[in-house]
């Protein structure tokens, strides 16, 4: 298989189920290019360093285990956690660093929805 919904995601040592709909965004550490116009009709490319990580990770929420509450004290934290998934094709992702953006809680499905960057996110 070449891609797939997660299949586990691991968040500083506890696991969660990913939501059957969880299909993340995985991004690669590396370079993004920005080509502007310049005033004469030549081209000038700005670089910038991306972080890695991923989007769109969509876990399901077990209230017995406060697995909202632990997932907003990540978030809160200033400390660098690690985060590994695995995808349905056996493929598994690993970096340290923190959630980014909102932590979305759904309590009509009982899933949560975040974002995670890390200095290094790679194919394990």
Do not use: M, W
Request: charged share 25%; with cysteine; net charge negative.
């Amino acid at each position: 298989a070449r891609g797939g919904a997660a299949r586990q995601i691991i968040v500083d040592g506890r696991e969660f189920d990913p939501a059957n709909e969880s299909s993340p965004t995985i991004i690669l550490n590396g370079i993004v290019k920005e080509a502007v116009p310049t005033g004469n009709g030549g081209i000038h490319v700005n670089a910038n360093r991306k972080n890695g990580g991923g989007d769109e990770l969509v876990v399901s929420i077990d209230g017995s285990r406060s697995d909202y509450e632990y997932l907003q004290e990540k978030a809160n934290s200033d400390e660098e956690f690690p985060l590994s998934v695995t995808l349905a094709n056996g493929n598994t992702y690993s970096g340290t660093g923190h959630i980014v953006g909102e932590l979305n809680y759904n309590s009509n499905d009982g899933t949560c929805s975040f974002g995670f960057r890390a200095k290094k996110f790679e194919q394990i």
